[in-house]
């Protein structure tokens, strides 16, 4: 399975950005898509995900701002970003695996990350 991310760039606080993300490959079974991020310095933590593209979970930290969206059949899922705070900077990472998790390592593959930054 190969994840395909785009989108993300720079923006001040307020605005809005959208990353998008496409599996492909042997995806029968891939039933969760979340989003992770990295902020420099760091640990990676978890964002959102989609769950067979019914159920949707999101971090305390985004929620209200950020919303998943995507189509379960075709493997895609977007994460619309609004009321972006500098503390939402980071590289965003779109995964896909089998079991639903908020939990990184349980994501079996990941894509190639994409650069939000949010400044003034």
């Known amino acids: 399975v190969q994840l395909q991310a785009s989108g993300g760039g720079s923006v001040q606080p307020g605005g809005s950005l959208n990353v998008s993300c496409a599996a492909s490959?042997?995806?029968?079974?891939?039933?969760?898509m979340g989003w992770f991020r990295q902020a420099p310095g760091k640990e990676r933590e978890f964002v959102g995900r989609?769950?067979?593209?019914?159920?949707?979970d999101y971090a305390d930290s985004v929620k209200g701002r950020f919303t998943i969206s995507g189509d379960y059949a075709k493997k895609t899922v977007y994460l619309q970003m609004n009321s972006l705070k500098p503390e939402d900077t980071g590289v965003y990472y779109c995964?896909?695996?089998?079991?639903?998790?908020?939990?990184?390592?349980?994501?079996?593959?990941w894509g190639q990350g994409t650069e939000v930054t949010v400044s003034s």
């Open positions: 995964a896909a695996g089998t079991i639903n998790s908020r939990s990184s390592s349980l994501y079996q593959y």
């Open positions: 989609n769950w067979r593209g019914e159920i949707l």
């Open positions: 490959g042997r995806t029968f079974g891939v039933d969760v």
